[in-house]
């Protein structure tokens, strides 16, 4: 019976009533997964306090499989799977078609709002705009974008007929989908065992202090974003901070600084 129900409405709150109670029994009925046992005769007092504990129990239970969930998502453990960046590239080119045809700017030739609405369209509509589709929608924007803006959540919600606050929460539930415009430049302190014991924690905080940003923020300036990671992989190199991507071994705060400080001499050079 409960293998029965098990099949047809997967995770009930399964309370098993029987006219010949038995230690037997019931313990057969607990290890399939009943959350109570309750012997005839019983009250009508009695069956809803099993029933309602039943499913209090079957809520937590499964609450702690979310939160479970959860944090391994937050810390990386469980990833998505990685989008196409192809099918970004041929979206792109399909728009700069038609806008061709249409006597319109090409796509570069946009303010970067105008680009991600048109994108986040044809993202929408490559994904038939599919509520089904949304985690692999959101991928793709985010690859394009490099982050998910208020406006693009809103864009989505709209398009798609369902709230923010889901799209949202979706989102907000994988460590990898960012909410701020990432900086020209991306900082990376490891603060893994092998460079927090080589001063890992202290570099973190000397760059905290210098761009008066912590780990997830972005510079005012748009210039920098700082991120805290467990691992870079070159331990043997620790402490370890990544610029972009160029790995910087047997870092110190103050050669960070002069890194830091060098970007934003080069940057400025750019723009003069
Ligand atoms: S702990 Fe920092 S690179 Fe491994």
């Known amino acids: 019976m409960i293998t029965r129900l098990e099949e ?15 230690i037997e029994r019931a313990t057969e009925a607990m290890k399939r997964g009943a959350m109570d046992y309750v012997a005839k005769p019983f009250t009508p007092d009695e069956i809803i306090k099993a029933v309602d504990e039943a499913i209090q129990r079957k809520e937590g239970e499964e609450r702690k499989v979310i939160e479970r969930f959860g944090a391994l998502t937050k810390t990386g ?8 960046e192809k099918m970004l ?32 369209l044809a993202v929408l509509n490559k994904y038939a705009r599919d509520t089904n589709n949304l985690i692999p929608i959101l991928q793709a924007i985010h690859s394009y974008a490099g982050y998910l803006s208020y406006e693009t959540i809103g864009l989505i919600a709209r398009e798609l007929k369902i709230s923010e606050h889901e799209i949202f929460g979706t989102a907000s539930f994988y460590a990898q989908f ?20 080589g001063g890992g924690g202290v570099i973190l905080e000397a760059v905290e202090s210098k761009l008066d940003i912590v780990p997830g923020q972005t510079t ?34 103050a050669k960070l600084s002069r890194a830091i400080d060098k970007i934003y001499r080069t940057e400025s050079v750019k723009s003069d």
Do not use: W
């Not at 990432?182 to 900082?187: E, K, M």
């Open 89 to 120: 590239q041929t979206l792109s080119a399909a728009i700069d078609e038609r806008r061709q045809m249409e006597a319109k700017p090409s796509l570069e030739a946009l303010s970067e709002p105008e680009r991600l609405e048109e994108m986040t």
């Open 8 to 22: 047809t409405s997967p995770g009930s709150a399964v309370v098993m009533i029987t006219g010949y109670p038995s």
């Open 220 to 253: 005012k300036d748009g210039m920098f974003s700082l991120e805290r990671v467990a691992c870079l992989g070159c331990c043997a190199l620790a402490p370890v901070v990544t610029i972009d991507g160029e790995v910087y071994g047997q870092m110190s705060p």
């Open 77 to 84: 453990k469980i990833s998505l799977p990685s989008i196409d």
């Open 178 to 197: 960012k909410f701020e415009k990432p900086g020209q430049h991306l900082i990376r302190c490891c603060t893994g065992t092998a460079c927090f014991v």
